[in-house]
C-alpha cells in the first residue's frame, strides 16, 4: 500500500523559466498523487504538462484532476496534457462553481477559444468528464476507495481547498488561501487536523505579506501556525511568489525549518511516499 505525491508545479502566478529556479522549480501548481497505481491531480498548472507526457509513456491515461480554481496559474497546463489527445483517455476534472456560477465546461470550453487558444474543447478526442460542485461539497472517488472533502478558501473568485482520505492515510491541498481572523484559521485548523501531508500556500514572506494583503495569499509562518494547531504531520510549504528565485528559497526553507523541523518547502520533480 503506497501512497506518493509528485510535485510537479510548485511555483504561484506565472512560470518562472530563468537558471535561478532550477533548484525549486519554475512550473506552477501541479501535484500528481498516486493512490496504489491510480492518479489523482492537483491542479493544472504548468507543471501538468510534464506530467501528461510521463503518464502518456506509462500508459496511464484515466486520470482525475481537482482543481482549486480557475486562475490561470491553476489551468494554464491543461490544454497541453497529452492524455487529452487520445481518444481512449477518460478525464475527471472537479472544479468547484465560482461567484459567477459558470459551468465548469463552460470555463473551460473559455481558455480552449478563439482568439485565445487555436483548437476549442469539442475537438478534443478524449472522454471530458466535468463535475461541477461547490466549496464544502464532499464526494467518493474511485468506487468509494478515496474520500474527498473540500472547504471554501478566502481568496479573489473563490478557491476550494482538498482533504483526501485514502486508507489509513490524508493529504490536504490548501492553495490558494489568504489567512485572515483567528476563527477562520480554527476551521481550517479542524479541516486540516492530524494530516499526513498538508500542501500549503507560503507565497509571502512575513515582510512581503505587509505590502499585499488582500492579494489571496499566505506566509511560511502561518504554516507553521496552522501545522501546530492543526497537528498536521508534514508541510510542504507551497505556490512559492515568482520573486523568490533559490537563493531565497533557500533562506526561507531555512527559516521555516527551525521554526518548525515538519516545514520543508516543495521542490519541483520530487516525491514523497506517505
Ligand atoms: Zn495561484
Ligand atoms: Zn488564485
Redesign the pocket.
Known amino acids: 500500500m503506497a501512497v506518493t505525491v509528485t510535485f510537479w508545479g510548485v511555483r ?2 506565472i512560470p518562472c523559466c530563468s537558471a535561478e529556479y532550477t533548484e525549486y522549480g519554475g512550473n ?2 501541479c501535484v500528481q498523487v498516486d493512490l496504489d497505481g491510480q492518479t489523482l491531480i492537483l491542479d493544472a498548472g504548468s507543471g501538468l504538462r510534464t506530467l501528461g507526457d510521463l503518464l502518456f509513456q506509462q500508459n496511464k491515461t484515466d486520470v482525475t484532476l481537482l482543481i482549486s480554481h480557475t ?1 490561470w ?2 489551468i494554464c497546463g491543461f490544454p497541453f496534457f497529452r492524455p487529452i489527445f487520445e481518444k481512449t483517455s477518460h478525464v475527471d476534472l472537479y472544479v468547484p462553481r465560482q461567484q459567477n456560477d459558470e459551468s465548469t465546461k463552460e470555463i473551460f470550453a473559455m481558455l480552449m477559444s478563439a482568439p485565445f487558444f487555436p483548437l476549442s474543447l469539442h475537438a478534443i478526442p478524449s472522454v471530458l468528464h466535468f463535475h461541477d460542485f461547490h466549496a464544502s461539497d464532499h464526494f467518493d472517488l474511485f468506487d468509494g476507495k478515496v474520500k474527498v472533502q473540500t472547504i471554501p478558501l478566502t481568496h479573489p473568485n473563490g478557491a476550494c481547498g482538498y482533504r483526501v482520505f485514502y486508507r489509513d492515510k490524508s493529504i490536504s491541498y490548501i ?2 488561501y489568504e489567512h485572515g481572523s483567528a476563527g477562520s484559521s480554527e476551521e481550517l485548523a479542524a479541516f486540516v487536523n492530524g494530516s499526513d501531508l498538508m500542501i500549503y500556500d507560503a507565497m509571502y514572506t512575513p515582510e512581503e505579506y505587509e505590502h499585499f494583503k488582500g492579494w489571496g495569499h499566505s506566509t511560511w509562518q502561518q504554516a507553521a501556525h496552522l501545522t501546530r494547531i492543526g497537528n498536521v504531520k508534514l508541510t510542504a510549504l507551497y ?1 512559492h511568489a515568482p520573486v523568490h528565485n533559490d537563493a531565497m528559497m533557500r533562506q526561507i526553507e531555512l527559516l521555516a525549518q527551525a521554526d518548525d523541523s515538519r516545514l520543508f518547502a516543495a521542490k519541483e520533480n520530487t516525491s514523497i511516499t506517505l
Open positions: 504561484g502566478s506552477t501548481s486562475h496559474d491553476h492553495s490558494d505556490h
